[in-house]
Structure formats: C-alpha cells, structure tokens
C-alpha cells in the first residue's frame, strides 16, 4: 500500500476555472502536510502547508486537511495557463522529519 | 527565501565511472539536508539524509557504498555516485534545512540530471 496516493492525472480545467487537487495517506500520525509545485525538469517548490484541520487559504490557493478521512486537498481558483504543472503532496510521518511524497498529479489549464 | 544550489545542473558519464554533486545552501547554515532521486514521471524518493558533521542515514534499499554523502560544513554536503551504470540515470535533487527550520523551511535545491551512458 502507497504511503501517499494522488491521481496521476492529467487533470484538464479550462482557464478560470477551479481546480481540486486530492491526496490520501496512510499514516494516521502523520502531523504535517504539504503541497509542492513541480514543472517539468525543476525541482519542487513549496505552495502551502497545513497542519490543522480545517481550510486554509493563501491567494488562490486552498489547503484542505480531514485528519479523520486522512484526506488532503488542494483548490486552485481562477486557474491560469502557467498553473499547468504536476502537483506533489507531502506528508510527514508523525514526530519524522522526512517527507514522504506521492507521485503527483499532472495538471492542465486549457485556454 | 533561502537558496540551495547545486552543481552541475547535468552531468553525462560513462558507465563504470563516478560522478560528484555538490550541494551548496548559499544564504543560510544548513544543519540538515536531504538528497532525493527522481525517475521519469514518477515522485521524489528520499535517498538518505545527513546532518552536518555526522554519517548519513539511509532509507532502505540504498546502497551507502554506491551513494557516498558527505556534509563536511553547514553549508556543502555532496554526493557521490560510484560506479555507475545506466540505471542510476535520474533527476538528482538535494534539500536544506536550517537549525531551526520545521519542514516547510525545507529548500530545494534546482537539480541535477544524470545521464550514464
């Protein structure tokens, strides 16, 4: 059983629209979790973090935690073409200081 | 925001010959870092991790002897690939991390992509 899941996508949503980003996990410890930007051929970069149950929002970026569905999710609203790129989610297992990544999930904004 | 550098950013050697990565956090001390693999669409595997001044950990399944790290200073840890082969062909990235840094002040570094020919 995969530690973190994600959809591989691609995703498609046409420009303006909102896009739902969605990961599970395994770990019930798991403390902290996180969702990275990926274009391709570049390393990750940091979008948001949540710790807490709960939304939490940042621009047009909104983190969704459900600790107890062990489900974290992402919502890009009013999509732009240069969104397009895959979409890593990030776990922390319990007092670990690692992060344990899923595979990502390939996101498209159309024109 | 912090910056985490690596060198080179691609590399391509033949099989049976080794190649070293440096990773360099510029603008902080990095207690902490991180070196990770990536393969064609698939996600980033944590290789081991180090902390300055100490032996690696490594996550299972990786060969220590293969993959040599070393974090001399707060600021460079490197690794070494030995004798490689084609199959370690992949999307080399290295993460740093601050001593009092959580896991969102985790940097990554841009990549290196080795090709072994």
């Known amino acids: 059983q995969k530690e973190v899941e994600q959809n591989s996508g691609p995703l498609s949503v046409p420009e303006g629209a909102i896009a739902s980003l969605n990961c599970t996990y395994s770990d019930r410890g798991s403390q902290s979790f996180f969702w990275y930007r990926q274009y391709s051929g570049k390393s990750p970069e940091l979008i948001m973090f949540?710790?807490?149950?709960g939304d939490k929002e940042d621009g047009r970026f909104t983190a969704q935690l459900n600790k107890a569905s062990q489900y974290v999710s992402l919502l890009i609203r009013d999509s732009q073409p240069s969104d397009s790129a895959t979409y890593l989610c990030?776990?922390?297992?319990?007092?670990?200081?690692?992060?344990?990544f899923g595979t990502g999930t390939r996101l498209q904004v159309t024109l | 925001g912090a910056v985490v550098s690596q060198h080179p950013s691609w590399v391509i050697c033949k099989s049976g010959t080794s190649v070293k990565i440096e990773c360099r956090s510029l603008d902080f001390q990095a207690t902490t870092m991180f070196w990770y693999r990536q393969f064609p669409k698939q996600s980033l595997m944590l290789m081991a991790t180090?902390?300055?001044?100490?032996?690696?950990?490594?996550e299972q399944g990786v060969e220590k002897d293969k993959f040599l790290i070393n974090h001399a200073s707060l600021t460079l840890s490197t690794l070494t690939v030995t004798s490689a082969h084609p199959e370690d062909s992949s999307f080399y990235i290295c993460s740093a991390r601050g001593l009092a840094g959580g896991l969102k002040e985790q940097y990554f570094g841009p990549g290196t992509r080795l090709t072994v020919t």
């Open positions: 949540i710790y807490s149950n």
């Open positions: 990030a776990v922390s297992g319990g007092t670990a200081s690692k992060l344990t």
């Open positions: 180090s902390n300055e001044g100490s032996k690696a950990t490594y």
